[in-house]
């Protein structure tokens, strides 16, 4: 093994597979380990995980990627994990009552509304930086309480744990002694005041969570206690959401550094330093970070399909056998001008939030086949990008931000240069790809260093970040803001309001 210890073992738990990896003191990676996780969906909308499963794929993963490497040369453990998924457990057994209800779950939807109808939006917002949409963790856990017989009575007597996925895998790796949670995932609950960072007692009365549920709120770089998973004790010094984690990864922590993150869904978040954001364009207001004594704060924009796309088009139509074969089946299609794909499988997020908005193809023609439609399911994931981008410029403007000079992008779909460069094309925005493109677990990793020290501050951070390749836009402004145009026809064909 070229690198030497000591070493920092990320688990980044997302919606699709959980991995973990072993990353060295310069943040190249060691070894690393990865498994699929299994999608349930009961109803129409509702998705869900077995969060027994997601804790035993979480001890496999660490356990095959440190082996060969004694616990005692890991000097931390960081947590980045799918975010307002929500798990409600018992604390003595760590038995969960239900599966956990994935970000995606929309049974709540209807409930957002009547409390916006209601009048209890612009609290929230105030509060919270979010809106009132079943995306978030506080109707998911309501519902929970509200559906599992004898569990709202059990929670009133401390009986039961409710958290993020962050917080159920600190909960089980240490053995049930910790139950917390860091200040980027806390921020996604509905529950958080950003003003304090503190759960709120108006906000957990509106939601009717008590809060004898709810885990410690802690900062992103410190001390979620000592697992014995690895053989020997090892402390976890790092936790955040994985978009506030990429972005962590992305050394983003300059005012107006934006970052995009390509999993299954699509995520950018633009750093707006020490002050409490404010949207005016429908995205959020959240925390970035909380280390070092600092505490950032930034506005996102949240588009629930991208890699899900690519994922229906292999699994659900059998276009491609594996995800990578759509860069080469795109490149093969003929002008796809006047087609579109709207992928709202699960509504419409930022900045419409729109949750009863269903996916369409528009402009089919006897010409179309599989490579245009290929080509189309990634033009709109592109699409998608700059409809937040026009929207978080727009944000930006008022909180004495620049446009952002670059896009700095992360996650499985960046690997494909073709679909690098039409990101670039579509948005009109440059486009770095970093050396390292796993940057949501890197920057658990950076967390969980810093607060063992292996890092000495941000700036020694920035210096280890490096850029793979820049993709500038080729494509001319008339004909991207032209396909951009008919986008937003499509979008409009597909909205329910």
């Known amino acids: 093994m070229a690198s030497e210890p000591p070493y920092i073992l990320a688990i980044d738990q997302g919606t699709t597979s959980t991995r973990a990896i072993v990353f060295d003191s310069i943040g190249a990676i060691v070894a690393s380990h990865a498994i699929e996780i299994r999608q349930i969906y009961p109803d129409n909308g509702w998705v869900e995980h077995d969060a027994e499963e997601i804790w035993q794929s979480v001890r496999t993963c660490c356990r095959v990627a ?17 975010r307002e998924t929500t798990v409600l457990w018992d604390r003595r057994t760590g038995a969960p009552l239900h599966n956990a209800i994935v970000w995606q779950d929309r049974r709540t939807a209807e409930h957002c509304r009547a409390l916006k109808a209601a009048g209890h939006e612009p609290l929230v917002a105030k509060r919270t930086g979010l809106l009132l949409d079943s995306y978030f963790s506080a109707t998911k856990g309501q519902w929970l309480l509200d559906h599992i017989p004898g569990a709202r009575a059990r929670a009133e007597s401390s009986e039961l744990a409710l958290g993020t996925i962050d917080s159920w895998l600190i909960f089980k790796l240490t053995g049930g002694r910790v139950h917390a949670t860091d200040v980027t995932n806390a921020s996604r609950t509905l529950l958080l005041d950003l003003a304090t960072l503190a759960w709120d007692d108006e906000l957990l009365a509106l939601f009717e969570i008590p809060r004898a549920l709810l885990p410690e709120v802690r900062d992103s770089a410190g001390d979620f206690g000592e697992t014995d998973l ?86 659900a139509l059998g276009l491609i056998r594996e995800s990578h074969e759509i860069e080469a089946l795109a490149q093969t299609a003929k002008s796809s001008e006047g087609l579109y794909f709207v992928p709202a499988f699960t509504g419409l997020g930022a900045p419409y939030w729109e949750p009863d908005a ?41 909180a004495g931000l620049g446009a952002p000079a670059a896009l700095k992008v992360d996650g499985g779909m960046v690997r ?7 990101l670039a094309d579509l948005t009109g925005l440059a486009v770095e790809r970093p050396r390292v493109t796993e940057t949501t677990a890197l920057g658990a990793a950076y967390l969980a260093g810093l607060a063992a020290g292996i890092f000495s501050g941000f700036d020694d951070i920035s210096r280890a970040w490096a850029l793979d390749r820049r993709f500038d836009p080729l494509m001319p402004k008339p004909t991207r803001d032209q396909a951009y145009e008919g986008w937003m026809k499509a979008v409009a064909r597909v909205r329910t309001n």
């Not at 490497?69 to 799918?82: H, L, S």
């Not at 976890?236 to 984690?245: L, N, P, R, S």
């Open 358 to 398: 269903r996916g369409a193809i528009i402009g089919l023609t006897r010409d179309t086949g599989v490579a245009e439609i290929a080509r189309a399911a990634l033009d709109a994931v592109c699409f998608q990008t700059r409809d937040l981008l026009e929207a978080m410029e727009a944000d930006m403007h008022v």
């Open 416 to 422: 494909n240069d073709w679909f690098c460069q039409r």
């Open 230 to 315: 690895l053989g020997a004790p090892v402390r976890i010094m790092g936790v955040a959401g994985d978009q506030q984690a990429a972005a962590f990864g992305q050394a983003c922590f300059a005012r107006g550094d934006v970052k995009s993150t390509y999993g299954t869904g699509c995520f950018a978040l633009v750093n707006t330093g020490a002050t409490v954001p404010t949207s005016t364009n429908r995205l959020l207001g959240t925390v970035a970070y909380r280390a070092a004594g600092q505490t950032a704060y930034a506005i996102e924009g949240s588009i629930f399909v991208a890699g899900a796309v690519v994922q229906w088009l292999r699994d």
């Open 66 to 82: 440190t082996k060969g490497i004694a616990a005692g040369d890991i000097a931390a453990i960081g947590i980045t994990n799918q």
